[in-house]
């Protein structure tokens, strides 16, 4: 191997430098965590997503006040924030939206149960 390849081979410095100054304080953060937390926080997001969007579309859209808004909120919170949050950290969300569609599921469940059985 002549030095051109040994070159080529070893990390720039200053190209980690430079990648590193445009990511965010949240991307930073998010890079330095380990599989298995990251699913953790996956799993914590895609629950909270998936149990607000259910609320809003079955609790907030049922009300007088709020009506078609209740759809308009679950579509923002199942489908934007998710695409958003994917866009801007640079990582799979894929376990966050599956247990976000599990969620709503649940309270999809729930609600019917509740209301067919009540």
Same mark, same amino acid.
């Given at each position: &191997? %002549?030095?051109?390849?040994? +070159?080529?081979?070893?990390? %720039?410095?200053?190209? %980690? ?8 304080? !949240? %991307?930073?953060?998010? *890079? ?7 699913? !953790?926080?996956?799993?914590? *997001?895609?629950? =909270? ?8 579309? $079955?609790? !907030?859209?049922?009300?007088?006040? $709020?009506?078609? &808004?209740?759809? =308009?909120?679950?579509? =923002?919170? !199942?489908?934007? /924030?998710? +695409?958003?949050?994917?866009? +801007? ?8 939206? &599956?247990?976000? /569609?599990? @969620? $709503? @599921? @649940? =309270? ?6 509740? $209301?067919?059985?009540?």
């Amino acid at each position: &191997m %002549d030095a051109q390849e040994q +070159n080529r081979q070893l990390p %720039d410095p200053q190209q %980690d430098e430079l990648e590193n100054e445009y990511l965010s304080s !949240l %991307d930073r953060l998010l *890079a330095g965590l380990s599989p298995e937390k990251w699913k !953790l926080w996956q799993t914590i *997001a895609g629950a =909270v997503l998936g149990i607000a969007g259910g609320l809003c579309l $079955f609790y !907030l859209g049922g009300t007088e006040t $709020f009506g078609s &808004m209740g759809l =308009v909120l679950a579509v =923002v919170i !199942l489908l934007l /924030i998710p +695409n958003i949050l994917q866009r +801007n950290i640079a990582r799979s969300l894929t376990r966050a939206r &599956m247990v976000s /569609i599990i @969620a $709503f @599921a @649940a =309270v999809l469940l729930v609600h019917l149960l509740l $209301f067919s059985l009540g």
